[in-house]
């Protein structure tokens, strides 16, 4: 692992580290937040939207502030395999570079480097336990938009890995969603019953278990009614044990200011949970 | 002036605006941040650093949550004139865009657009009223930097005009650091008696006043020993009615990271001054 960038803030650590994937075959950068003052501190991953990297939370998110008070590490991966020897859509935003959709792909060429749910599941997991000295039994995920569907999918698939789970502004049901399925068409093909586990709502009607859900979105979001559609998860947890807390929040949009507004709220519930 | 976009965030409204500058005959942009539920809001200046625009606070500052908190309006103005027809210097980040020095040039070709001191005094404050329904007798300013030499030079040759000061490693005597003393010659010219009434050390010596400045320094900052040096402010003071306030801050640098760290601190300071 290499460091590339070391900055002090709010008493703890900001760093930015590359290593060598070896499920995704490029060189992965990720960021990561060590708050001050606690041995073995608790880890809450954060999967970053659509066009973003690991940059986009690190400057804009606001997180380092309250994970200082509460001594959480913030983990924040790139959201895709990058480089020249990837293969990429260069003129869209919604495939390939920054579009990695937390799934492992199965078709080729893209099954060589768009591994992105082992990569954040398995493989970046082993690369931070190795170099840091976190409390690796307590693991918590949230994200925003696609990073808020692979959040949600992460933890409904692994219930005894994360002990919380939330999202601002998820893709709830990606397989019916256009900037998502024409993504899944490429990277998993064209058979939708291998969709299903990479869509928060086929897992739910699927019986797969979360016990609780924090989400909240702007009532402003330019993609809430075709993108984002949060109350398909709400109907789709309706006659389960999920207890899925959806907040609408008025004015808001997509964007950083959205988040960061409610950002302490995030942490707060997954350091009471952690 | 035209509003160029509009977000809410932490209940409040995070504008980007511009105008058509006479002073710096060119277009501005500035970003303005009003809080929620108040009316008449007091209105903290906050001057950026070389390179930065209104962006790079309003993205990394971290400033809206207390701002909103407290209520004040935050006004992040551009740090130059830019443009086709603005001279400048495109490979020089220390002159021209992104480097006005909170001066008025006073040589050709940079008199006619490189005017920032009068803007930042004068011309913007007098949009800003003509637009907003802030109590503009109610003014406060702060900056990083280079923003921080342009916050206390503002705030001694105006002492009636703004209720409190502070800065983030500031520039403390600009007519000595080299970053700055190029610059210098090139918009105000060789006379170097010219230069002090822009050089916070020399209107102290010079018996100007202000009754209190907070000054927050890491003391891992790179430019902390050839371009920053607050302690030659500090001796300055000694011997005056000025209270600086200045705080070493351990393994902080000169970034947002280190900002972004105080901000709420200096908010506090300004809106028990204000």
């Given at each position: 692992m290499k460091s590339i960038s070391e900055a002090y803030s709010f008493e703890g650590k900001q760093l930015v580290c590359s290593h060598q994937s070896a499920v995704n075959n490029c060189e992965m950068i990720f960021a990561v937040f060590i708050p001050p003052k606690i041995k073995k501190p608790p880890v809450l991953w954060y999967l970053s939207g659509l066009t973003c990297s690991h940059l986009n939370v690190m400057e804009k998110g606001e997180y380092r502030k309250k994970a200082a008070e509460l001594g959480m590490v913030i983990i924040c991966p790139d959201t895709s395999p990058r480089g020249e020897s990837v293969p990429d859509e260069k003129d869209n935003w919604q495939f390939g570079s920054g579009a990695g959709f937390y799934l492992d792909a199965t078709q080729s060429p893209y099954d060589k480097n768009y591994n992105m749910y082992s990569y954040i599941i398995d493989e970046l997991p082993s690369v931070i336990e190795n170099y840091f000295d976190f409390d690796m039994s307590r693991q918590s995920i949230f994200g925003h938009s696609m990073g808020g569907h692979g959040?949600?999918?992460?933890?409904?698939?692994?219930?005894?890995?994360?002990?919380?789970?939330?999202?601002?502004?998820?893709?709830?049901?990606?397989?019916?969603?256009?900037?998502?399925?024409?993504?899944?068409?490429?990277?998993?093909?064209?058979?939708?019953?291998?969709?299903?586990?990479?869509?928060?709502?086929?897992?739910?009607?699927?019986?797969?278990?979360?016990?609780?859900?924090?989400?909240?979105?702007?009532?402003?979001?330019?993609?809430?009614?075709?993108?984002?559609?949060?109350?398909?998860?709400?109907?789709?947890?309706?006659?389960?044990?999920?207890?899925?807390?959806?907040?609408?929040?008025?004015?808001?949009?997509?964007?950083?200011?959205?988040?960061?507004?409610?950002?302490?709220?995030?942490?707060?519930?997954?350091?009471?949970?952690?």
């Open positions: 959040a949600i999918v992460m933890a409904l698939r692994n219930p005894n890995k994360f002990k919380s789970c939330s999202a601002f502004a998820p893709i709830v049901e990606p397989s019916t969603a256009k900037w998502s399925s024409e993504a899944f068409k490429k990277y998993i093909g064209l058979d939708q019953s291998n969709w299903h586990k990479y869509d928060s709502v086929a897992l739910v009607k699927n019986d797969y278990y979360f016990p609780e859900i924090l989400v909240d979105q702007g009532d402003a979001d330019s993609f809430l009614e075709e993108g984002l559609r949060p109350w398909l998860l709400q109907d789709a947890c309706k006659n389960t044990n999920i207890n899925l807390k959806l907040r609408m929040q008025p004015n808001y949009d997509h964007s950083y200011y959205f988040i960061s507004t409610f950002m302490a709220d995030h942490l707060i519930w997954h350091r009471e949970r952690i």
